[in-house]
């Protein structure tokens, strides 16, 4: 069983930046592609972010050029890297894994989640 944890979340002033790491608690992690999600007060959860394996990443167009994701291959944990965060990007952030290569941004594709860590940005 894949378990996943976020940490990293806060609250920040508009123009801030925060960082957010996934532990993945599986020694296999190069089998994973592994995403980030949001999901704002009322609605919809978003895809943000997702790293395959082989590095390769894709973005939401609303964070393209502000989030990176990276794996920190050393400590098994998947980074989202926020800048310029606007109130906008107020959310609960999630991560999530699912096996095999295919990068997605849709939720329904994912079959691991973590618990969420709440992300703040005031203006």
């Known amino acids: 069983q894949v378990q996943l944890m976020e940490s990293g979340g806060g609250s920040v002033q508009a123009g801030g930046s925060l960082r957010l790491s996934c532990a993945l608690s599986?020694?296999?992690?190069?089998?994973?592609?592994m995403a980030w999600f949001r999901q704002a007060q009322g609605k919809e959860r978003e895809g943000v972010a997702v790293?395959?394996?082989?590095?390769?990443?894709d973005y939401a167009d609303s964070v393209n050029g502000r989030f990176t994701v990276s794996w920190n291959i050393a400590l098994d944990t998947i980074q989202l890297t926020m800048d310029r965060l606007t109130a906008e990007d107020t959310a609960m952030y999630y991560c999530?894994?699912?096996?095999?290569?295919?990068?997605?941004?849709?939720?329904?594709?994912?079959?691991?989640w973590g618990q969420g860590t709440q992300v703040t940005v005031s203006s």
């Open positions: 999530a894994a699912r096996k095999g290569a295919y990068k997605s941004l849709t939720a329904t594709n994912y079959n691991y």
């Open positions: 790293a395959a394996e082989d590095g390769s990443t």
């Open positions: 599986t020694a296999t992690y190069s089998d994973y592609c």
